[in-house]
């Protein structure tokens, strides 16, 4: 296959969650809000589909327990 079509066509089977490995059509991620600032320290990004980002975002803001 060619190279172009085989990423269009990765592309269109969405995005790998770094989390828990489901491929969605959309991932999201907070790089900074209040004191969480990812913008300025050097790391590996990682993208989580709509359910793990609830439940990290609930573990980092305290909400539920790790």
């Given at each position: ?20 490995g489901d491929r969605v059509q959309a991932v999201r991620r907070v790089a900074l809000d209040r004191e ?31």
């Amino acid at each position: 296959m060619h190279a172009m079509s085989q990423q269009m066509t990765e592309e269109s089977r969405g995005q790998e969650c770094d989390f828990c490995g489901d491929r969605v059509q959309a991932v999201r991620r907070v790089a900074l809000d209040r004191e969480y600032d990812r913008l300025q320290k050097a790391h590996n990004e990682l993208y989580a589909c709509s359910q793990c980002f609830e439940s990290k975002e609930k573990r980092r803001l305290g909400l539920e327990r790790r």
